[in-house]
């Protein structure tokens, strides 16, 4: 037998089945496009990626005949919903969360309610990136899709749903969308009626690790799926990747390199508000239970993937394999740190500061300047964002003498190396760095009895692969260049609004 792990990331969906022991048995990728309509409209076909997401767990069912798939769970990107019907039809495309649409709702929610009242409700910080605005902008502009729909699903409710499951979400998802009560651990009827939503257009809020269902047998046909493969709840992705990552107690942080790199620090209760405000940050759900976890996240992996598509078209063309591709640019990149400053700020940032209204800038460009230098200065800069958010964890009491790190970016041992450097901490990257993907096939070990517990689980599926160790001489040059990069967008900020 084996555990099925499902992630649907904003790029691209994955699944990977795991024997009982952690073996990676089969994994299959598939990769899709983000679709702009508009400028600054950003969407993903809802049917062409539920068609993808089924066409990885095939060819993996495929490949696992003789160890048959038991149990199945689904990491996802959190925010985008998409409409469906109860007889299981998808209405229209899911709004991504760097869509802009929706802002002048949040702005009109602030005067119902303030910051600090919400956030003792839903601890999130109010912006645009947030399910709440897009599906208020839905309502307002496409009335008829709204009126139809029964269910607004998040993108691990939907693939339970359209596998044959319930209409159900994850607290960790159902955190997303801005109507959800973290101490009720439910919807908020106060934010339901300030945003006249109707509960009913909305799945029912329960714990990761609850069996939504089984495969239905069309499905399971369709996928070369047994029957009766369970259908374990899992949740938002980085809660699942500080699982696949090996935590299951409160007090350390996962680094999560994927589109966004998250660093994702649990606790074992609600931290208080005044602080976590203060520094930007949330509080979720984990996805075991009576833990919490925050995010302090930016743009990462998507600009590295901006530079392999502006820079390294034709050696794409030549080079199939991805992480050929990104191992050949890499190899390109100086030893020592680069001279060039970038300003992550391509799209919407992350906390503290919310930036949604900026562009990215690369500072110091010379004729004699190389590609490689570019894409070191960018995996540079994309870590330099993070390091004030380091200082606000210790007041938090998180241990940040080292970080785990997951995610597509954690195959890089570049930029691992980078990171050690500019933190001055050790990186420690996993065998298997797709974490997010290993925590829902954990989660589905623990909800069905392979695991007696989680510490069993990630006993079994979590092991290291190395170690990378900070050079304290490139640290000491780091220390001086993020002082440079801290005045950037200071300098430049009234010049790269649009």
Same mark, same amino acid.
């Given at each position: 037998m084996s555990l099925l792990g499902i992630d649907v990331g904003t790029t691209g969906c994955k699944a990977a089945a795991f024997s009982e022991d952690g073996i990676c048995l089969a994994s299959a990728y598939r990769e899709y496009e983000i679709l702009h309509s508009h400028s600054d409209w950003a969407e993903l076909d809802s049917r062409k990626v539920l068609a993808l997401v089924k066409s990885s767990i095939a060819e993996v069912a495929t490949q696992t005949s003789k160890d048959p798939i038991t149990?199945?769970?689904?990491?996802?990107?959190? &925010?985008?919903?998409?409409?469906?019907?109860?007889?299981?039809?998808?209405? &229209?495309?899911?709004i991504l969360s760097s869509d802009i649409r929706g802002g002048e709702y949040i702005e009109s929610l602030l005067k119902e309610i303030d910051q600090q009242s919400f956030y003792e409700i839903n601890p999130n910080i109010l912006g645009l990136n947030y399910s709440l605005p897009k599906l208020l902008w839905l309502r307002q502009h496409n009335p008829e899709c709204y009126a139809k729909t029964y269910k607004f699903l998040l993108w691990g409710d939907l693939i339970t749903f359209m596998l044959g499951g319930e209409a159900v979400t994850s607290y960790s998802l159902a955190n997303r969308t801005l109507f959800f009560d973290i101490r009720k651990e439910d919807w908020s009827d106060k934010l339901l009626t300030i945003n006249k939503i109707s509960r009913e257009k909305l799945p029912k809020p329960v714990p990761s690790g609850t069996i939504a269902g089984t495969v239905s047998n069309r499905i399971a046909k369709e996928l070369n799926l047994d029957s009766e493969v369970k259908i374990v709840v899992g949740g938002h992705d980085q809660c699942c990747n500080s699982l696949g990552a090996g935590i299951y107690k409160a007090g350390t942080a996962v680094c999560g390199i994927g589109t966004f790199e998250c660093i994702t620090p649990t606790y074992n209760h609600i931290p208080d508000s005044s602080l976590m405000i203060k520094n930007g940050l949330n509080i979720e759900h984990h996805v075991l239970p009576n833990l919490f976890v925050s995010f302090i996240y930016n743009q990462a992996g998507s600009l590295v993937r901006w530079f392999r598509d502006t820079f390294a078209l034709a050696d794409k063309k030549i080079i199939k394999d991805e992480d050929n591709i990104y191992e050949r640019l890499s190899n390109e990149m100086p030893v020592e740190p680069s001279n060039l400053l970038v300003l992550p700020y391509f799209e919407m940032t992350g906390p503290p500061d919310f930036v949604s209204d900026a562009s990215g800038v690369i500072v110091g460009l010379k004729t004699s300047t190389t590609r490689g230098e570019i894409l070191k200065a960018i995996m540079e800069c994309t870590t330099f964002y993070f390091a004030d958010s380091l200082n606000a964890l210790g007041e938090i009491g998180i241990d940040t003498s080292e970080f785990v790190a997951t995610g597509g970016g954690a195959k890089s041992s570049h930029w691992l190396q980078i990171k050690a450097d500019i933190f001055g901490i050790p990186f420690v990257r996993p065998c298997i760095t797709e974490a997010s993907i290993l925590g829902v096939a954990i989660l589905a070990g623990i909800s069905t009895g392979v695991f007696k517990d989680p510490e069993e689980g990630v006993r079994c599926f979590v092991k290291r692969d190395a170690i990378f160790e900070p050079n304290f001489t490139r640290h000491k040059i780091y220390l001086e260049k993020l002082e440079r990069y801290r005045k950037l967008f200071p300098l430049?900020?009234?010049?790269?609004?649009?």
């Open positions: 149990a199945l769970s689904v990491s996802s990107m959190g &925010e985008s919903m998409t409409p469906v019907t109860k007889d299981r039809k998808i209405l &229209e495309n899911c430049l900020k009234d010049f790269l609004s649009s």
